[in-house]
């Protein structure tokens, strides 16, 4: 069982076929679905063959109940707190380069509360997989400690340099410290941006060039690029169902779709 702590957004992917052309049209795809870090790995998870749980505060409007819905069908358990509104959107724009930039709006996502979380819900958990964005704003991050504490084991995604920096590196830093995860994925940038981490596996994500473990690098799999959202969390869903190999057939599948759930 692989439980996940962070957000279930509404993901909006645009996809554009050229630069954005002001005060008048500009073409591509746009596909609508569930997202948010916890619930792509979640998904992810589910969709490689692995017991996943999804933990966080969500809405039961009409947007939050449509996601809802979406990851129980897809095998995904759901724990947490429900409100009546609040379901948060993320915009995510990919140029044809294969650049992408995310408009963000966490909804209700992180009042999670350290006093709302339940024990039960990490009943079975041999991993606990926690966004990096979990860890920048309270009281979710008070909430991702406790249930840190309760984890067999703990992963972090350090997720977004923007975000860490907004919270601090120094505090960000005591934060990981505290945890001790024995897993911890990062791109190059978050990485330089944080320095060196205590834990045991560090995965450092090189995109096209594929990861790096200790020294070993990983090649990815040949692809071909559509949209690259999601691609870090389904590499990290099967990295902790499967390794480094089962990771990366899992980004090459992403990355040839639109949108950061499993198709």
């Known amino acids: 069982m692989i439980c996940t702590l962070g957000d279930l957004l509404l993901d909006v992917v645009v996809r554009l ?3 954005i052309a002001a005060d008048t049209d500009t073409y591509g795809r746009t596909r609508v679905g569930p997202g948010g870090q916890a619930a792509n790995v979640a998904a992810w998870t589910a969709a490689l063959g692995g017991r996943t749980r999804f933990i966080g505060k969500r809405a039961n409007d009409s947007a939050g109940a449509m996601l809802a819905d979406e990851l129980r069908r897809r095998g995904v358990d759901l724990a947490g707190p429900v409100e009546d509104a609040g379901t948060g959107t993320v915009v995510s724009v990919a140029t044809p380069d294969g650049q992408r930039t995310m408009l963000t709006d966490r909804g209700i996502a992180p009042e999670l509360a350290p006093d709302e979380l339940e024990a039960s819900w990490l009943d079975g958990c041999e991993w606990l997989h926690i966004a990096g964005y979990s860890l920048v704003r309270s009281p979710i991050r008070e909430a991702a400690l406790a249930a840190a504490a309760l984890a067999p084991r703990v992963s972090v995604d350090l997720s977004s340099t ?3 920096e907004a919270a601090g590196v120094d505090d960000f830093r005591a934060l990981l410290d505290r945890i001790r995860p024995q897993v911890v994925f990062a791109n190059a940038d978050e990485a330089a941006l944080v ?7 560090f ?3 090189r995109g096209a060039d594929g990861i790096v473990i ?3 690098r990983y090649d990815a799999r040949p692809a071909e690029l559509v949209d690259t959202t999601g691609a ?3 590499l990290a869903a099967g990295f902790l169902l499967g390794g480094p190999e089962l990771g990366l057939d899992a980004a090459a599948r992403c990355v040839a779709t639109m949108g950061a759930f499993p198709q």
Do not use: H, N
């Open 17 to 19: 076929e050229g630069p």
């Open 203 to 205: 995965v450092l994500k």
């Open 214 to 216: 200790s020294g070993a």
């Open 195 to 201: 320095g060196e981490v205590e834990t045991e596996t």
């Open 232 to 234: 870090g969390d389904a």
């Open 162 to 164: 923007a975000a860490i």
